[in-house]
């Protein structure tokens, strides 16, 4: 069977399989560490333990999320060696510095701050553990800001010349950076971690207020849920304009893209928006289609009768996988309109005051029911990017039949294997160990004001020991219990 597999489509798949699970715990960690910076902010604020519980719950999950994020993306980048040597090469000039700005300007950032941030709670002032949560909050933010640049370059290039050897070679950084298709880009992905991290934290918030196991977590739930429903109040609409605007400059940029998003074969005026179709690439034509007449025109060109360009424009072999274009959008805009339904039902019934109530039974279910529902418009999202893309690398310039190593198809097949079983393990792992914290609930937080800064537990006898001292008892002994006068005690344990 793998003989008779292609060996790019192999890499393709393996690629795919990685970059989905990397994708997932990234935009989680950008979520959550903003979520984490006002939950600190609040609790400084306002003093109430509430905000403490909930911020040193949420951060071991942080801890974990972002810990599987790195681990998935060094095998990612390391596909750039094995599976795509031949990209890596003909684009290293202009993805390498951006990659190494990323880590120079973010990773090192999120990394210097990130063991203050987890085990800092009680060894410094609560200014400086603050700082370091905004801190690690930035860094993530920078971060995907040097990852977003370098995958929308790969969509939309510029500033760059074809050598006579076929490499490119950068001749304006600035263009290269903000390319016609980053800012948009940026701004979708940032407000998608956004919203997926809200509606994971409320749904476990609305899940708290509704369980009854969870009864000494209803205060918690309602944190959670209170901040997730003014994400999805105010950033979900405008999510959905947010994206129109990024379905402007794709049509600008990548025609063919959004025609395989609507299924669009032939040139259209007032094209009709197709609510179900199975796309035929190989007879270019739709089968079984429901649509509604203008729709999509008046989407894609503002107008009724602006025409949109069909993807027969282009030869067959340049034209990405329909069907997968076209699904996965329809999957992440519903999903998209879901969350703002949940808004508009949060809006209700905050006005109603019945947010919180345990009679608002449904409210809480929806809730609930949307908690994973943003990481599946996520990577739908993320197949119509880079599915639409294809057949290219670089779009335009570097073909993605071009860009693989000269690898054989068993060899593809073998690494394959070896990374869905260790990924099954180590992630199904990671995900058990969240799910068991979120289980767990948040816990009670004892004021700091009776604990010392530091819990010394050697005793006199050790302390003997230790330093060769066997006359102890004709000296004064030390409190090593008691925090030395000039230890800042306004720090937490």
């Known amino acids: 069977m793998v003989d008779q597999m292609d060996a790019l489509l192999l890499a393709r798949i393996q690629f795919a399989f990685v970059v989905s699970f990397h994708i997932v715990f990234p935009a989680f960690s950008i979520g959550l560490a903003s979520f984490l910076t006002v939950l600190e902010f609040r609790w400084l604020k306002t003093g109430n333990p509430v905000f403490a519980e909930t911020y040193k719950h949420w951060v071991k999950i942080f801890a974990v999320v972002f810990g599987l994020g790195v681990v998935s993306g060094v095998v990612m980048s390391y596909q750039f060696g094995t599976n795509w ?50 801190i690690v909050a930035v860094g993530t933010l920078i971060s995907a800001t040097w990852i977003l640049s370098a995958n929308s370059f790969m969509q939309t290039p510029q500033g760059f010349m074809m050598g006579a050897d076929g490499l490119l070679y950068p ?88 025609a395989a998003m609507e299924g669009i074969w032939e040139d259209e005026r007032g094209a009709a928006l ?80 019945q947010q919180y109530d345990s009679d608002s039974v449904w409210f809480h279910r929806a809730w609930m029911m949307m908690t994973p529902l943003g990481f599946v ?28 190593s ?31 914290l979120i289980a767990q609930g948040p816990k009670p937080y004892e004021d700091p004001a009776e604990d010392n800064f530091y819990q010394h537990t050697i005793t006199e006898g050790q302390g003997r020991t230790l330093t060769g001292d066997t006359h102890a008892s004709e000296k004064v002994v030390e409190d090593l219990d008691k925090p030395a006068d000039d ?7």
């Not at 690898?407 to 799910?435: K, P």
């Open 274 to 353: 197709r609510l179900f179709a199975i796309p035929d690439q190989e007879n270019q034509t739709n089968k079984y289609e429901v649509k509604i007449p203008y729709v999509s025109g008046l989407i894609l060109t503002h107008s009724l009768d602006g025409e949109v360009k069909g993807l027969k424009n282009w030869e067959p072999e340049d034209q990405p996988p329909v069907i997968i274009v076209f699904w996965a959008f329809r999957v992440m805009v519903a999903i998209g309109m879901l969350m703002v339904l949940v808004g508009l039902f949060s809006l209700y019934k905050y006005f109603k005051k």
């Open 406 to 436: 000269p690898l054989a198809a068993q060899q593809v097949a073998t690494t394959l294997i070896g990374f869905i079983v260790l990924y099954t393990l180590v992630f199904g792992a990671g995900s058990f160990y969240i799910l068991r």
């Open 171 to 258: 001749t304006n950084w600035l263009e290269i950076i903000f390319n016609p298709s980053f800012p948009y880009r940026l701004a979708h992905m940032v407000t998608a971690a956004f919203l997926t991290t809200a509606f994971v934290v409320g749904g476990i918030g609305a899940y708290y207020l509704q369980s009854k196991k969870h009864t000494e977590h209803r205060k918690h739930g309602r944190v959670m849920l209170g901040m997730a429903m003014i994400m999805a109040i105010f950033v979900a609409p405008a999510q959905v304009l947010i994206g129109d605007e990024h379905g402007l400059n794709t049509l600008e940029h990548q025609p063919a893209k959004v």
């Open 85 to 134: 040597a031949v990209f890596a090469d003909r684009a290293g000039n202009v993805l390498g510095p951006l990659l190494a700005y990323e880590v120079l300007t973010a990773f090192f950032l999120e990394a210097s701050f990130l063991g203050i941030m987890l085990f800092g709670w009680g060894r410094v002032s609560k200014r400086m553990h603050f700082a370091a949560t905004a």
């Open 377 to 404: 418009a996520l990577l739908a999202g993320w197949f119509v990017t880079e599915t639409g893309r294809q057949p290219w690398t670089v779009y335009g310039v570097i073909r993605t039949a071009e860009s693989m």
């Open 487 to 493: 230890i800042d005690e306004g720090g937490l344990r």
